[in-house]
């Protein structure tokens, strides 16, 4: 996972980012300065080059990706067209099939599941708006699901907005995201597929999983 350039110390509780900043300023303008916004993908290229690590802990993974948001930014507007046509043409009308985060582990949650993000992904959907609904009802569903399986407590929600349930393993959490997607009346699998995000590299100890 790329690396977030955090400063330490005391102020934000070490969470400032003006090395960030300063990864920006100092090193990433200067190598960027005079390139063509619309040619965004050399943009990027040039930002790996002078990071030179596999997981951007000289720059920072917040430093590199805000710059390269604002190069494309940039070229749209130097386009004078909006970022969604830019990037997907004049005839771009879709959207991606959207992942959920539903229930979380690992550092975003207080419970024992080490796999820090189960996700639905409505596959069966037509539309984004669908696609929102079904993942709104299965949430929903989940809620009660949790609720009724492990009391009051298996409802509190983790850091990014998924229910963090006292679950010690990666099965619970797997059938509760089943016995959700059926009581909103679809079908595991054809209608709404399960995804992970493992953050494995949070569990990763001394060389082992």
């Known amino acids: 996972e ?7 110390g005391k102020a934000y509780l070490g969470r400032g980012v003006l090395r960030a900043v300063e990864a920006v300023n100092k090193y990433i303008a200067p190598a960027i300065r005079g390139m063509d916004s619309s040619r965004y993908r050399d943009v990027d290229k040039k930002i790996i080059e002078i990071d030179g690590t596999d997981n951007k802990s000289r720059l920072g993974g917040n430093a590199t990706t805000a710059t390269s948001l604002a190069v494309i930014n940039a070229a ?12 997907g043409g004049k005839r771009a009308r879709t959207l991606p099939t ?9 550092v975003h949650a207080g419970n024992e599941l080490s796999i820090q993000e189960f996700m639905i992904v409505p596959v069966g959907a037509d539309r984004f708006s669908e ?33 963090a349930p006292p679950m010690r393993n990666t099965e619970e959490a797997l059938k509760a995201l089943e016995d959700a997607i059926k009581r909103s009346g679809y079908v595991l699998g054809n209608d709404v597929v399960l995804a992970l995000d493992a953050a494995a590299s949070q569990f990763f100890i001394n060389g082992k999983y």
């Open 131 to 163: 696609a929102l609904r079904i993942a709104v009802e299965v949430y929903k569903n989940l809620r009660n699901v949790l609720k009724e399986g492990y009391g009051s407590l298996a409802i509190n929600l983790g850091d990014e907005g998924g229910f």
């Open 2 to 8: 790329a690396i977030d350039l955090r400063d330490g």
């Open 76 to 87: 749209a507007d130097t386009a004078d067209i909006p970022l969604f046509e830019f990037l």
């Open 98 to 106: 959207p992942l959920m985060n539903i229930i979380n582990g690992g």
